[in-house]
């Protein structure tokens, strides 16, 4: 058992999850590589000082350049903004540092391919959070898929869908601002990792984004609430992926519909420890969805719990990335999500808004 020194960049909700993550980790998998958390970096001395406490850091800082550089950090998780991702991974990939990212990978297309491109150069570990797709549910769909129980794909419908500024009267935030904060900075990258890594790469597509509510007290909305896209993958099958802010009653609506030439899968965040599946076996009279709850038989379930049914929860696929890029670390070799898939679903979303512009069906590899 080695010990690890782990260095988190952020301290809010994404911040917490990961102290939390990595803090009970080595427990739960038995990992070969222990974490101790060195260091926190936030933006106030105040904040720092109350995120070392709260959490159980040795160190804070308000300077992450000094946590990046610090000896006895060893590994980097950056959950600070993401206008900060790409100087931070390029820092610390300069100095050889592993690093795991919170999506989206970077600020833009441009700097995602920055991101990639220092990693490669480096050869350092490397990760990108998407933790949706992490479920033991989700991992099983795609063994099923990959397995050939449906059969060939022939549809895909996904969304991404939240509540949280569905009502108009709620105040302009940050989260108003910018195009990385929109939905299609921020909630569209889970759905398009889903879709890419359920059915595969996007050949194509025909996007619509729009601002349902562009003024809210206190200001203009300068960013997104919704977007739609149909689309056509590289492998012939057909898609519409759906992507709010704005979705009344909706509060985890990660969602997932797949139709193959012999069954179906469907899936719901909502109700995460539960996937639905129809083959076309035996007679018609008693075909229909069955419900297949999460046990010990499903990936990185077992970890958790003994009993099937029992379920996991939200922080148990943080705990699951934090053992993917440990044993990544450990085992010295690039473990998916990379660096490389986040920019690839950079690359959609810099397409979904050029196809909006335009009104017109657009090539992923054109951009």
């Given at each position: 058992?080695?010990?690890?020194?782990?260095?988190?960049?952020?301290?809010?909700?994404?911040?917490?999850?990961?102290?939390?993550?990595?803090?009970?980790?080595?427990?739960?998998?038995?990992?070969?590589?222990?974490?101790?958390?060195?260091?926190?970096?936030?933006?106030?001395?105040?904040?720092?000082?109350?995120?070392?406490?709260?959490?159980?850091?040795?160190?804070?800082?308000?300077?992450?350049?000094?946590?990046?550089?610090?000896?006895?950090?060893?590994?980097?998780?950056?959950?600070?903004?993401?206008?900060?991702?790409?100087?931070?991974?390029?820092?610390?990939?300069?100095?050889?540092?592993?690093?795991?990212?919170?999506?989206?990978?970077?600020?833009?297309?441009?700097?995602?391919?920055?991101?990639?491109?220092?990693?490669?150069?480096?050869?350092?570990?490397?990760?990108?959070?998407?933790?949706?797709?992490?479920?033991?549910?989700?991992?099983?769909?795609?063994?099923?898929?990959?397995?050939?129980?449906?059969?060939?794909?022939?549809?895909?419908?996904?969304?991404?869908?939240?509540?949280?500024?569905?009502?108009?009267?709620?105040?302009?935030?940050?989260?108003t601002q910018g195009a990385a904060n929109g939905t299609m900075g921020d909630l569209a990258p889970h759905m398009i990792n889903a879709a890419r890594a359920l059915i595969g790469p996007i050949a194509s597509l025909n996007a619509n984004v729009e601002t349902v509510h562009a003024n809210r007290p206190g200001g203009i909305v300068t960013n997104d609430d919704q977007a739609q896209m149909m689309c056509k993958f590289e492998n012939g099958a057909q898609g519409h992926l759906f992507f709010s802010r704005v979705a009344t009653g909706r509060k985890m609506g990660y969602a997932y519909e797949i139709f193959g030439t012999k069954g179906a899968i469907r899936f719901d965040q909502e109700d995460q420890n539960?996937?639905?599946?129809?083959?076309?076996?035996?007679?018609?009279?008693?075909?229909?969805?069955?419900?297949?709850?999460?046990?010990?038989?499903?990936?990185?379930?077992?970890?958790?719990?003994?009993?099937?049914?029992?379920?996991?929860?939200?922080?148990?696929?943080?705990?699951?990335?934090?053992?993917?890029?440990?044993?990544?670390?450990?085992?010295?070799?690039?473990?998916?999500?990379?660096?490389?898939?986040?920019?690839?679903?950079?690359?959609?979303?810099?397409?979904?808004?050029?196809?909006?512009?335009?009104?017109?069906?657009?090539?992923?590899?054109?951009?």
């Amino acid at each position: 058992m080695t010990k690890i020194g782990i260095g988190i960049v952020g301290g809010g909700y994404m911040g917490k999850a990961h102290a939390a993550a990595y803090g009970s980790v080595g427990s739960l998998f038995e990992t070969p590589l222990r974490p101790v958390l060195e260091m926190v970096c936030a933006t106030s001395q105040e904040s720092a000082q109350t995120y070392r406490d709260k959490y159980g850091f040795a160190r804070a800082t308000t300077d992450w350049r000094a946590l990046v550089e610090d000896s006895k950090v060893e590994a980097i998780v950056i959950a600070s903004p993401q206008s900060t991702h790409c100087e931070i991974a390029k820092a610390a990939f300069a100095i050889g540092k592993p690093v795991f990212c919170e999506k989206p990978l970077g600020e833009s297309l441009t700097q995602s391919r920055a991101m990639l491109a220092a990693a490669e150069a480096s050869g350092c570990v490397n990760m990108v959070g998407f933790n949706y797709i992490r479920t033991p549910a989700s991992q099983y769909a795609r063994q099923l898929i990959a397995d050939g129980r449906i059969g060939d794909v022939t549809w895909f419908r996904g969304e991404h869908t939240e509540d949280f500024l569905a009502d108009a009267s709620l105040p302009a935030t940050w989260r108003t601002q910018g195009a990385a904060n929109g939905t299609m900075g921020d909630l569209a990258p889970h759905m398009i990792n889903a879709a890419r890594a359920l059915i595969g790469p996007i050949a194509s597509l025909n996007a619509n984004v729009e601002t349902v509510h562009a003024n809210r007290p206190g200001g203009i909305v300068t960013n997104d609430d919704q977007a739609q896209m149909m689309c056509k993958f590289e492998n012939g099958a057909q898609g519409h992926l759906f992507f709010s802010r704005v979705a009344t009653g909706r509060k985890m609506g990660y969602a997932y519909e797949i139709f193959g030439t012999k069954g179906a899968i469907r899936f719901d965040q909502e109700d995460q420890n539960a996937l639905h599946l129809y083959t076309m076996e035996g007679p018609e009279a008693e075909r229909g969805f069955r419900k297949i709850l999460a046990g010990p038989a499903h990936p990185d379930y077992l970890a958790f719990c003994q009993g099937p049914g029992h379920g996991t929860g939200y922080q148990d696929l943080i705990i699951i990335e934090a053992h993917d890029f440990l044993r990544a670390i450990h085992e010295k070799r690039n473990i998916w999500p990379t660096f490389s898939e986040g920019m690839e679903v950079n690359r959609v979303v810099a397409a979904a808004l050029a196809s909006s512009e335009k009104q017109a069906w657009v090539q992923i590899s054109d951009f």
